[in-house]
Nanobody, 114 residues
């Protein structure tokens, strides 16, 4: 059973920064893609950022230039560095790894407010 453990969420002021982490229970080269999604009440879960083909990264238009996704192979983890946060970034963030099967983290809340 593959387990994804998220950490690093919480409360930040507008313009602040947070770093989310997602650690996997097996080496991350087992997966085709590794990504972050987010969801708020009344909205569909949306793709935020991800890594595919080992090092190719991709981002939602709403976070380009502010968020960076990167991997730590030794720690079997990916991270999402979030800078210049605004209240629209408030959501529950989910880690998602795709391989032969799909695996999701439990979700971690991020709140951006003064």
């Amino acid at each position: 059973q593959v387990r994804l453990v998220e950490s690093g969420g919480g409360l930040a002021p507008p313009g602040g920064s947070l770093r989310l982490s997602c650690a996997a229970s097996e080496d991350i080269f087992s997966f085709y893609s590794m990504s972050w999604y987010r969801q708020t009440p009344g909205k569909e879960r949306e793709l935020v950022a991800g890594i595919r083909n080992v090092r190719e990264t991709y981002y939602a238009d709403s976070v380009k230039g502010r968020f960076t996704v990167f991997r730590d192979n030794a720690a079997n983890a990916i991270h999402l560095q979030m800078n210049n946060l605004n209240p629209d970034d408030t959501a529950v963030y989910y880690c998602h790894f795709r391989g032969v099967a799909d695996f999701w983290g439990q979700g971690i809340p991020v709140s951006v407010s003064s």
